[in-house]
């Protein structure tokens, strides 16, 4: 949460050539709705189920870059269907989180005091997405497009 998957992500399509999808844009587009009606009306349970159903469609349909959720690897269904596919884990530190994220208007993990929820979500997830990324870029200090620039050059270094 705030380390700028979509931004970066949408910047490294770019930069790539391919398309780009927002996993939280797909739930959306599945559910009809907002992905803060979706956790406010049905709960968290279902939205990750919806989550790890337009995971599994991109990964089967998108040929590009796909920004996740920052939840969406928690569940173990979802971390099994990106086995074998090249994961980017754009790590932030809990003071840039805090300014990206600003109060958390819009995020429905942050209800209540946003300084120590985020500190609790990076404490919970960060093992799990250093578990699975095969490549990890700090995002702390740096803008979208530097941060673009350099998973660019390494996907372009492992493919030489």
Avoid at 81 to 87: D, K, S
Avoid at 91 to 119: F, I
Avoid at 139 to 154: C, F, K
């Amino acid at each position: 949460m705030g380390a700028g998957k979509t931004t970066v992500g949408r910047l490294l399509a770019d930069a790539l050539g391919v398309g780009f999808l927002d996993s939280d844009h797909a739930v959306e587009a599945r559910a009809g709705k907002p992905v803060q009606e979706i956790f406010v009306d049905d709960g968290e349970a279902a939205f990750r189920a919806l989550e790890r159903t337009a995971v599994a469609a991109a990964l089967d349909e998108h040929d590009g870059v796909l920004a996740l959720g920052g939840g969406a690897v928690l569940d173990p269904a979802t971390r099994a269907l990106l086995e074998g596919h090249r994961v980017i884990f754009l790590k932030v530190g809990l003071a840039d989180a805090v300014k990206r994220v600003g109060l958390g208007a819009g995020r429905p993990l942050l209800l209540g005091n946003v300084r120590a929820r985020v500190k609790q979500l990076l404490d919970e997830r960060t093992p799990v997405y250093e578990g699975l990324a095969r490549i990890t870029v700090d995002t702390d200090g740096r803008s979208p497009q530097d941060v673009a620039a350099e998973i660019t050059e390494l996907i372009e270094e492992g493919a030489r």
